[in-house]
């Protein structure tokens, strides 16, 4: 399979981002036609996997007391970072602070008074509850 990619690689155009193919189809990475054929289920997890462990071995490594969080409280980081970028993320000092320090219903409303939990609604809702409950959101 390896050689097999290679071989399909060097023939075709490779891209990072998104193009219009010679047939005006929007286009991404190795010639997927985003147009008429989009991506499988399968793809959209794949991708969304890597970048969640992107994310979480980012806030590992700038957040040392990230791993002593439970579960819950990991996930609610994880997807804000996934949201916000992790710099976007560690701009959230007193949030952050209040998470390190254990005081996560403290953490919970520095969270719905920011400006991004006017932007994402519902969201914000969600992982503020789960992170003073410490509970997943049960929908």
């Known amino acids: 399979m390896d050689q097999l990619r290679e071989i399909?690689?060097?023939?075709?155009c490779v891209?990072?981002?998104?193009?219009?193919?010679?047939?005006?189809?929007?286009?991404?990475?190795?010639?997927?036609?985003?147009?008429?054929?989009?991506?499988?289920?399968?793809e959209i997890d794949y991708i969304l996997d890597?970048?969640?462990r992107l994310v979480r071995t980012?806030?590992?490594?700038?957040l040392p007391w990230f791993t002593e969080l439970d579960e819950v409280r990991q996930a609610v980081l994880v997807d804000m970072g996934y949201n916000?970028?992790?710099?976007?993320?560690?701009?959230?000092?007193?949030?952050l602070g209040s998470v390190?320090?254990?005081n996560y219903a403290n953490a919970a409303i520095q969270m719905l008074e920011s400006k991004w939990a006017t932007q994402v609604g519902h969201r914000a809702e969600r992982l503020s509850d789960m992170m003073e409950t410490g509970e997943?959101?049960?929908h």
């Open 8 to 12: 399909v690689k060097l023939h075709e």
């Open 15 to 42: 891209r990072r981002y998104p193009y219009r193919c010679t047939s005006g189809k929007l286009t991404i990475g190795v010639v997927f036609n985003l147009d008429d054929v989009g991506l499988y289920p399968e």
């Open 50 to 52: 890597n970048r969640l």
């Open 58 to 62: 980012s806030l590992e490594y700038r």
């Open 84 to 95: 916000l970028g992790i710099d976007g993320l560690l701009k959230f000092k007193r949030t």
């Open 100 to 102: 390190e320090s254990g």
């Open 136 to 138: 997943w959101y049960d």
